[in-house]
Structure formats: C-alpha cells, structure tokens
C-alpha cells in the first residue's frame, strides 16, 4: 500500500509529491562504548540511513560508515570526544 502526501492546485497540477521520500525504521542496534563491528541490512529498499541515539547531553557520536551497495553499517568508537567514546544506540532505515 503506497503511502504519502500528494497535493494539486485548482487547475488540477500536482504541486507536491512526496510519496517516494519518506523514511522508515527498519531497526536499531545497541553498541558498548568502545564496541567496534558492523552489520548488514537488506538492500533494495531505498537509501539506507543511520542515526546514533546517545543519552550524552552534548551527542556523541561513533564513527560511522554506511555502505548503500552491500547494506553494511560499521562503527567504532570517537576516543577524541571529551572524555571519552559513550555507549549509544543506532537508529537505522531508509528513504
């Protein structure tokens, strides 16, 4: 079921279209402070985008590399932010 906004003028013109942008949740994954790895998320669904949830006022964020052709999302820990890599959980999906 398609899903969006799609908005026409009185002549009948389509002036807003946004029923190919939206972004979905496709899932988050809990990383440790200084956890490096990756994972892979199926491709074929849009562009693949990703978030780092962090409870730290100032919003850290680890390093971050998303591959759009094979899925893969690799992370490691930022030992430059002020005192040190934070655990954060990563929000992911696509649009």
Do not use: C
Not at 4 to 23: C, E, H, P, Q, Y
Request: cysteine-free; proline content about 7%.
């Amino acid at each position: 079921m398609a899903a969006g906004v799609k908005v026409w003028d009185a002549a009948g013109n389509l002036i807003v279209d946004i029923t190919s942008r939206l972004s979905r949740v496709a899932g988050t994954r809990a990383i440790g402070a200084t956890e490096v790895g990756n994972f892979i998320i199926p491709t074929g669904y849009g562009q693949i985008w990703v978030h780092p949830l962090s409870a730290d006022v100032h919003g850290y964020t680890p390093h971050l590399d998303v591959s759009q052709e094979t899925g893969q999302i690799i992370f490691g820990p930022d030992f430059t932010y002020p005192g040190g890599p934070r655990p954060v959980t990563l929000i992911y999906g696509y649009r």
